[in-house]
C-alpha cells in the first residue's frame, strides 16, 4: 500500500504551515505564525495533527520548543 500525499489530509490553512516547515526544516512556533500569518490556534492545532502524523518531530521544551520534519528510512 502506497502512503497518501500530507495534502490530502490537511485544509489550505495546514497546507500552508506544512509547506513551510518543508522549506525550512526545522522552526519554532512563533516563527511559523510570523512568516505566515495565521492565528496561534491554528498553528498549534496543525502542528498537533501533524506530530500525531508523524510528519514532525519535536525538540527541546517551552520557548525553545521546535519541530523538524521526521526522519525517513
Not at 506530530?51 to 526522519?71: E, V
Request: proline share 1%; charged share 25%; no cysteine.
Amino acid at each position: 500500500m502506497t502512503e497518501q500525499p500530507t495534502a490530502l489530509f490537511l485544509s489550505d490553512k495546514q497546507n500552508q504551515i506544512w509547506n513551510y516547515i518543508q522549506t525550512v526544516g526545522s522552526v519554532s512556533r512563533g516563527e511559523i505564525i510570523r512568516a505566515t500569518d495565521l492565528n496561534s490556534r491554528t498553528v498549534d492545532h496543525t502542528l498537533k495533527k501533524l506530530l500525531n502524523m508523524r510528519k514532525l518531530a519535536r525538540y527541546g521544551q517551552g520557548r525553545a520548543t521546535r519541530y523538524r520534519l521526521m526522519q525517513t528510512i
